[in-house]
């Protein structure tokens, strides 16, 4: 299991940005590939992207490539979301877990509390 935990989200206006950022406690998550997921209210809970241990490769969720921008800092034991361009349809609880780069599917069934996106004028 990872213990990923997520910073804080928050509330921003359609077309505003937030950045998003997961690290983990006593776990080097250098070897892991990591992503986030989210869950917007009424739906199930979907891949945004993914990364890989070494930020070789990347994946992306349709509809947030070109906003959405992830990356790893391992000497920091931390992966962030740049997200821009924020539309309402991005609302939802973002999770930081374990993936598959290819499928964006979570590799552990294992959630931290996640946080909480709003995105609404």
């Known amino acids: 299991q990872l213990p990923l935990v997520e910073s804080v989200g928050g509330l921003v206006q359609p077309g505003g940005s937030l950045n998003l950022s997961c690290t983990a406690s006593?776990?080097?998550?250098?070897?892991?590939?990591l992503g986030w997921f989210r869950q917007a209210p009424g739906r199930e809970r979907e891949g945004v992207s993914c990364?890989?241990?070494?930020?070789?490769?990347?994946n992306y969720e349709d509809s947030v490539k070109g906003r959405f921008t992830i990356s790893r800092d391992n000497a920091k034991n931390t992966v962030y979301l740049q997200m821009s361009s924020l539309k309402p349809e991005d609302t939802g609880v973002y999770y930081c877990?374990?993936?598959?780069?290819?499928?964006?599917?979570?590799?552990?069934?294992?959630w931290g509390q996640g946080t909480q996106v709003t995105v609404s004028s």
């Open positions: 877990a374990g993936c598959l780069v290819r499928t964006l599917v979570a590799r552990y069934d294992v």
């Open positions: 006593g776990v080097s998550l250098d070897q892991y590939t």
């Open positions: 990364i890989s241990p070494r930020g070789g490769s990347t």
